[in-house]
C-alpha cells in the first residue's frame, strides 16, 4: 500500500477503554491502509475534520459523538460517518433508521463490533475517499464531469468497486447499474453533429437533475451509467424506471418536440461482478438497442404534422393528464359460461369528451413506444383492481386479469421485475395474472421474447399467445416456451358460419395448441354458433360480444354479484 492511499478513520468520543478497543480492531483492517486518529472533544474532532483528509468518522452515540454530527451536518463535512451505539432489543431497525435519517451512512451497535464488521461498514468511505484523493489536486471538482456535473466516469467506477466488495461481504446489500444508450441519436437532416452533442449532454444533464439517490457517470462517447446502492429488494427497479421515464420525456428543440431513442438496460448486483467494468458491460449487454434509430418530432409550426406524431405527443400529454382508463371483457369457460376472467383493455377519454378504443390509438403508442410508460400504468391499474375484486368477492377466488403486451413492452428489460414489484404492491396474487403476447411479436424477439416469457412464469404469472396463424411464426418457434394457452383470433372466429371451410384454419390452430399441450381461448364470438363450434372443436375459454362488451369497473361488480 502506498502511503498516499492511507486514509485516517478518526474515531469520536467514547470511554478511552472503547475507543481504544475499536482503535485496535481499526489496526487490523491493514490491507486498507486504514490509520487511526482519536479525539475525546468535539471542537477537536471538527477542526481535525475541516483540515481534510478523513475518509470516515466513526462516532460514539454520546456527548461528544452527537455535537460531531451535528457539526458535520450543520458544516456540509463530506466524511461519511459511522455510529457506534447500544441498540435497544425492542426494535434495532428503527434506531438504525433514525440514525440514517439524522445524516450518518450506518449505525452499528458496540456488541457488533468486530474487524470484519467495521472493514464493511468503511470499506464504501474509504473507496470513494481514496478516489478523491488520487484525482489530481485531490480536489471534489476534479470528481466532476464538467459538462453535467455527473460524476467522472474514474469517480463513477471507484463508487461501483466499493459496491461489488461491499455487496459481497454483506449478505443483504445490493446494488444495481442502469446503463443509457444514446447512440441512436446521431446526425441527420433533421439534426446537425453539434445538435445531437448537445442532446447527448441534455440526457446527461437532465440525468445530475434527478439525481438524488442514485450516483451516475457518462461512459465512452455514447452512453451514461447510474448506480444504485443500498436499496431494499426491489425499489432499485422502480428508481431505474423512473430514470427512464424522465429521460424519455420529449426534448424541446427549436420548435420541436423530439423524442429520443434511448437504449436502457439494467444489471442487478450482488457478488456476481469481478470489477467495475464488468458490471458496466452487463448493463450494457441488457441494452435493447432500438430496431430502427429513430427520433420522433412534432413541429409546432408545421400545420400538418404527420399524424402518428400528432397523437403521440397527444399521447403523452394524455398519460400525464390521467386521461386513460382500463374496461374489463369477461373471458368464460365457454361450457358453463361461469365468469373465469378478463381481459383488460385500454380506453383514452380524448379531451373532445369522446371515450376511444385502444384499436384507435394502440398503433401510434407502439410506434413511438409511448407504450411502455402507457402499459406499465394500464396493468397497475388493472392489477389493483383485480386485487380488489378478489377481495370483495370470496367466493370467486380464481378470477384471473389478462393484459396485452405489445413489442416494445416485450423488449423492455425491466419488465418482469416490474411485474413482480406490482404484484407485492397491489397485493394481487401471481397466479391471478396473464398476459397476451401476438406469435409475430415472439417470432420476430424469439430471444428477448423468450427471456420474458421465462421470467413470468417464474414470477407465478401465465402468458397466452394471440393471433396464431397470422404471422410466420410457427409451433418450433414456440417450442420450449413456458405458455398457457392460445387466443384464436376474432378474425378466424368471426369466418365460422357452420362449414368445413371456415372451421379448418381454426382446426389447424387447435391441432398446434395440443402439440404444446396449450388451452385455447376463442376471442371475437358474437353468435351462439360461433360459440358451439368452438366448443365443438375442443376450445374452454371464450370472450366476446354474445357474453359482455368490454365493462366499466361498475359495470363488473353488478357483472360479478349476479355471477
Ligand atoms: P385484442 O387483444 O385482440 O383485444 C380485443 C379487441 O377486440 C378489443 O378492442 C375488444 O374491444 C374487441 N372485441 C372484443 N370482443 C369483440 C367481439 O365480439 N367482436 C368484435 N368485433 N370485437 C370485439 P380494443 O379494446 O380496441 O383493443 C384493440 C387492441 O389493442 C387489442 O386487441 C390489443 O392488441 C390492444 N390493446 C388494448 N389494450 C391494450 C393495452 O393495455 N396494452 C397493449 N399493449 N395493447 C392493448
Ligand atoms: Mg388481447
Avoid at 392489477?383 to 377481495?391: E, F, G, V, Y
Avoid at 415472439?442 to 396463424?469: F, M, P, Q, T
Amino acid at each position: 500500500m502506498r502511503p498516499a492511499d492511507a486514509c485516517v478513520v478518526l474515531v469520536v468520543g467514547g470511554s478511552s477503554s472503547h475507543a481504544s478497543e475499536v482503535q485496535t480492531m481499526l489496526s487490523q483492517i491493514r490491507s486498507y491502509g486504514v490509520s487511526v486518529e482519536l479525539c475525546a472533544h468535539s471542537t477537536e474532532a471538527l477542526a481535525r475534520l475541516s483540515s481534510g483528509g478523513v475518509a470516515a468518522v466513526l462516532a460514539f452515540d454520546d456527548y461528544v459523538g452527537a455535537s460531531v454530527q451535528r457539526g458535520i451536518l450543520e458544516q456540509d463535512i463530506l466524511a461519511p460517518l459511522v455510529v457506534i451505539q447500544e441498540l435497544s432489543s425492542d426494535d434495532p431497525v428503527a434506531e438504525r433508521l433514525r440514525q440514517r435519517e439524522a445524516g450518518a451512512a450506518e449505525c452499528l451497535a458496540f456488541t457488533e463490533l468486530s474487524p470484519a464488521v467495521l472493514r464493511v461498514a468503511l470499506l464504501g468511505s474509504i473507496e470513494t475517499h481514496r478516489g478523491i484523493t488520487q484525482m489530481q489536486g485531490a480536489d471534489v471538482s476534479s470528481v466532476l464531469d464538467p459538462d453535467t456535473g455527473l460524476f467522472t466516469t474514474l469517480a463513477m467506477r471507484r463508487r461501483l468497486a466499493a459496491a461489488i466488495d461491499r455487496s459481497e461481504a454483506e449478505s443483504d446489500y445490493r446494488y444495481a447499474t442502469l446503463y443509457i444508450d444514446t447512440a441512436a441519436i446521431h446526425p441527420s437532416d433533421l439534426l446537425s453533429a453539434t445538435d445531437v452533442a448537445a442532446l447527448r449532454t441534455r440526457v446527461g444533464l437532465r440525468l445530475a437533475h434527478i439525481a438524488n439517490d442514485f450516483v451516475a457517470a457518462p461512459v465512452g462517447e455514447t452512453g451514461y451509467v447510474v448506480l444504485f446502492r443500498g436499496f431494499p429488494e426491489g425499489e432499485d427497479l422502480g428508481a431505474a424506471d423512473s430514470v427512464r421515464r424522465e429521460l424519455q420525456r420529449p426534448y424541446d428543440h427549436d420548435d420541436d418536440q423530439l423524442y429520443l431513442d434511448l437504449g436502457f438496460g439494467l444489471a442487478r448486483g450482488r457478488g456476481r461482478d469481478a470489477n467495475a467494468q464488468a458490471a458496466i458491460d452487463r448493463a450494457r449487454c441488457e441494452v435493447v438497442v432500438p430496431r430502427v434509430p429513430r427520433l420522433h418530432t412534432h413541429s409546432a409550426s408545421e400545420r400538418r404534422p404527420p399524424a402518428t406524431d400528432v397523437v403521440a405527443s397527444e399521447l403523452a400529454q394524455a398519460l400525464q393528464r390521467e386521461e386513460f382508463s382500463v374496461t374489463y371483457q369477461p373471458i368464460v369457460d365457454i361450457q358453463s359460461q361461469r365468469p373465469y376472467g378478463f381481459e383488460a383493455l385500454i380506453r383514452w377519454r380524448h379531451p373532445d369528451g369522446e371515450e376511444r378504443p385502444a384499436a384507435d390509438f394502440i398503433n401510434a403508442a407502439n410506434d413511438s413506444e409511448l407504450i411502455v410508460p402507457i402499459g406499465y400504468w394500464c396493468v397497475e391499474a388493472a392489477m389493483r383492481q383485480m386485487a380488489d375484486w378478489h377481495s370483495e368477492f370470496e367466493h370467486l377466488p380464481d378470477l384471473c386479469i389478462s393484459m396485452n403486451l405489445s413489442a416494445p413492452q416485450v423488449l423492455d428489460p425491466l419488465f418482469v421485475e416490474r411485474v413482480r414489484s406490482m404484484l407485492m404492491t397491489t397485493g394481487l396474487k401471481a397466479s391471478a395474472v396473464r398476459f397476451e403476447i401476438e406469435a409475430g411479436t415472439i417470432a420476430d424477439h424469439n430471444k428477448e421474447a423468450r427471456a420474458l416469457v421465462e421470467g413470468l412464469s417464474a414470477a407465478g404469472s401465465k402468458v397466452w399467445v394471440e393471433d396464431y396463424g397470422l404471422s410466420d411464426c410457427t409451433v418450433d418457434d414456440l417450442r420450449g416456451f413456458p405458455l398457457d394457452g392460445f387466443k384464436i383470433d376474432r378474425r378466424f372466429v368471426s369466418r365460422i358460419d357452420g362449414t368445413e371451410m371456415t372451421s379448418g384454419r381454426i382446426r389447424h390452430i387447435m391441432t398446434a395448441a395440443s402439440a404444446l399441450g396449450l388451452r385455447t381461448l376463442g376471442e371475437g364470438i358474437e353468435n351462439q354458433l360461433q360459440a358451439n363450434v368452438l366448443r365443438w372443436l375442443g376450445c374452454q375459454l371464450g370472450q366476446g360480444y354474445l357474453y359482455e362488451r368490454p365493462l366499466s369497473v361498475a359495470e363488473v361488480y353488478a357483472y360479478l354479484a349476479e355471477a
